[in-house]
């Protein structure tokens, strides 16, 4: 198999089309060229063994999504059940079924209509093609309503894909994460299927004003209305990710798993990861405390995020999952490490200020990240110049030993920065 | 072309597509950003730039060997915001509706880079007769751009142009509607207008080799 395919590459290469063939042929096997002059080192984790380990930390999330649209529905049209056990209510054949025809359509748009610009772009440009749009392809369907049409959402990644990522020259040349432009341009585009009460739950925009009208609304968009009172989620249901919202990002306790995996793996950033955390207990803690110095009154129409535990801001919505798998995106995030510190705290801190001020976005996790990695560049800048400073500074009042040449602080500076 | 020299029909063509003051200059982005939603709103901007650049340079033209080149500016200003504000009229006393619609735009014509630009770089070097045709020509670039955006934009965003429907009714569900297609939020903020112009650029410059610059 091996060999046959080593074959064809030959045949194609040079023709239009052979940029379109390796990509599939290295996507299982390891190309069969090898480096002719100097010294390389070799490592087993190119760019496409590192998506390979993200998307493998992203199955879970997948399958439990799957498992999760079917319980949904099933829980909103017949109740849900009295005394919930895993194996007798959720993972049932019926949920998985269900959630299979409803996510698996996503996974295959995303990725089939984002290959094909991928693909398009790499015979126009004539180079390889990117390994960038496998993460992406898994990320999308994850982060979108069940029933997002799937024209809506193969249009939003041809926008994302070209206007996020080819139009700057590819992967590892995007200012903003694909996936999260994708989500953007529905949310903007197409906000009746974005947000609201009807649209988490598969068939809750078909049955709307009917009489079997379904609804599942998210915890924070029930906090949004102002609402203070108990709801029928149990903590273990927000932790596990028994709860209505995107495919994905509901079970904060598999997004934990996958989190650990990756920082194992050393392909995320834990750095990142722990000061997104603090960021986000950080503003929680600071909207606590107004609340508990009666600052604010209880029909202010923030009241109800406000009141909500620090803590439990991590456990409800996409903020786990932004942390996790799109805050750390090495492309689009901060390269320095402190400036990674600086990075992920204030993803944090401003998911959580989004969530609480803005009535129009009751998740405000993925415009946090996306404002953020606009910024990223400036903050590695002046974490560099803050480097280069105080080396200049050390080397002022060190005491210079023989004969200082006076090219000497410059060649210092460059070799600094 | 017997009416107009070479030399001349260049001055009206050249910025309508390899010097277009919007895609290659990048001049008059603001108000390109802000009115164009709307097909008719931009085909009466571009109709009310191309009267006040025209007769604006001819205007500057003419008086060019007595402005005192220390207060042009001045000058320069006084004579937009005197057109400016004819046109500003004639839309509240004409068409009130659109006028409603364009609101501050059209009084802030009188900034626009354009406008500016052609008065300090053309009319106050030339002629009348060439600085009319080179105002009409940057105007009619502009204009373009313009109403190019502005069919996007109401197409995709309303599903009308010119306020008629061409798409179907949404809330009948006909047309397009019946089969699920739904209008697009994204194209009737303003954002949209840069993404759209930003297009416009790219097309223009893949098409064109001689405007690639060099990385």
């Known amino acids: 198999m091996k060999d046959k395919l080593h074959q064809i590459k030959l045949k194609y290469q040079g023709k239009k089309m052979a940029p379109a063939f390796n990509a599939i042929h290295t996507f299982l096997y390891t190309p069969n060229e090898t480096t002719h002059s100097g010294g390389h080192v070799r490592a087993v984790d190119d760019l496409k063994r590192t998506m390979n380990t993200v998307i493998l930390a992203l199955v879970p999330c997948l399958l439990f999504g799957i498992f999760n649209a079917g319980y949904q529905h099933y829980s909103a049209v017949n109740g849900f059940p009295a005394d919930f056990s895993v194996l007798e209510h959720f993972i049932t054949w019926d949920n998985f079924w269900l959630g299979a025809i409803t996510v698996l359509p996503l996974v295959i748009v995303s990725y089939g209509v984002g290959l094909a610009v991928e693909f398009v772009f790499a015979v126009i440009k004539g180079h390889e093609v990117e390994e960038g749009y496998l993460v992406t392809g898994m990320l999308v369907p994850l982060i979108v309503p069940i029933d997002t049409p799937l024209w809506m959402l193969a249009v939003a990644v041809i926008f994302g894909v070209v206007i996020g990522k080819e139009v700057f020259g590819g992967t590892g040349m995007n200012i903003l994460n694909p996936a999260l432009t994708i989500r953007a341009f529905l949310f903007f585009a197409y906000p009746t299927w974005m947000s609201g009460d009807k649209v988490w739950v598969h068939e809750g925009v078909e049955r709307a004003g009917t009489a079997d009208a379904i609804s599942g609304e998210t915890i924070l968009g029930y906090l949004a209305q102002g609402n203070t009172s108990e709801f029928s989620y149990s903590l273990s249901d927000m932790f596990f990710g028994f709860i209505p919202g995107s495919v994905g990002e509901t079970s904060t306790f598999l997004i934990l798993l996958g989190g650990l995996f990756l920082i194992f793996t050393k392909i995320a950033s834990w750095r ?13 803690l600071i909207f606590n405390g107004i609340v508990d110095a009666g600052w604010i009154p209880e029909y202010s129409k923030f009241y109800g995020l406000m009141q909500f535990d620090f803590w439990k801001h991590l456990i409800v919505g996409g903020l786990a999952f932004g942390i996790v798998y799109m805050a750390t995106d090495p492309v689009t995030g901060s390269q320095t490490n402190k400036g990674k510190w600086i990075y992920g705290f204030l993803i944090g801190f401003l998911s959580v200020m989004i969530r609480v001020f803005n009535p129009g976005y009751p998740e405000g996790v993925f415009l946090a990240i996306l404002l953020m990695n606009v910024f990223a560049p400036t903050i590695d800048h002046y974490v560099v110049r803050g480097n280069v400073k105080g080396r200049m500074k050390r080397m002022k009042n060190a005491t210079i030993l023989p004969k200082p040449s006076d090219g000497k602080a410059e060649e210092l500076k460059v070799e600094t920065v | 072309m017997a009416i107009l020299s070479k030399k001349d029909t260049n001055l009206i063509l050249d910025p309508l597509a390899d010097n277009n003051p919007i895609t290659i200059q990048v001049l008059g982005i603001c108000s390109a950003l802000a009115i164009t939603a709307e097909l008719q709103a931009s085909v009466v901007m571009a109709i009310s730039v191309i009267f006040v650049m025209g007769v604006g340079n ?41 006028s409603k619609t364009l609101g501050a735009f059209i009084g802030l014509i009188i900034t626009n880079c354009i406008i500016m630009g052609r008065f300090e770089a053309f009319a106050l070097g030339n002629g009348p007769w060439r600085s009319f045709l080179d105002g009409i020509g940057n105007a009619l670039g502009y204009g373009v751009i313009l109403i190019m955006v502005g069919f996007f934009r109401e197409l995709l965003g309303s599903g009308t142009l010119f306020g008629m429907p061409v798409l179907g009714d949404p809330i009948a569900k006909t047309g397009l509607y019946a089969i699920g297609y739904e209008n697009n939020g994204f194209m009737i903020i303003p954002p949209a207008a840069l993404i759209v112009v930003g297009i416009i650029i790219w097309v223009q410059r893949s098409r064109n080799k001689a405007l690639i610059e060099e990385a």
């Not at chain 2, 207060?71 to 004819?86: E, H, P």
Request: glycine share 4%; aromatic share 4%; no cysteine.
């Open chain 1, 272 to 284: 990142i990861m722990v000061s997104a955390v603090a960021g986000s207990l950080a503003m929680g």
């Open chain 2, 58 to 98: 001819v205007v500057i033209s003419l008086l060019r060997n007595v402005i005192p080149s220390k207060i042009r500016i001045i000058v320069q200003l006084v004579v937009v915001a005197t057109l400016v504000i004819m046109v500003d009229q004639v839309l509240k006393a004409f068409a009130y509706e659109l």
